[in-house]
């Protein structure tokens, strides 16, 4: 009986959790890849691809959040016509 072969999950950095992979074949730019990937610092293209997309999910967590403390009064927005001082 042969054992079916699968991908090992890559590896994770300590403290994140383990999530559903997915095998995917995509077309894409290398130049953007390869900056993305000098500027993250990954080790190769997967967790490159990976952490670029935890970074936009994180950005529009950060930005939801800084709308609600704005809402609730925190934040003054500095651009507005409506202080009266622009």
Do not use: C
Not at 6 to 32: E, H, I, L, Y
Not at 46 to 56: G, I, K, Q, S, Y
Request: hydrophobic residues 35%; aromatic residues 4%; without cysteine.
């Amino acid at each position: 009986m042969s054992e079916r072969h699968t991908s090992p999950r890559p590896r994770r950095g300590p403290g994140r959790p383990a999530r559903g992979w997915v095998r995917k074949n995509m077309q894409m730019d290398q130049r953007k890849l390869d900056a993305a990937r000098a500027v993250l610092g990954t080790a190769t293209e997967t967790d490159t691809v990976d952490a670029a997309l935890d970074a936009v999910a994180f950005r529009h967590e950060l930005i939801a959040g800084i709308r609600k403390v704005r809402v609730a009064g925190g934040i003054r927005d500095i651009y507005s016509t409506t202080d009266g001082r622009r």
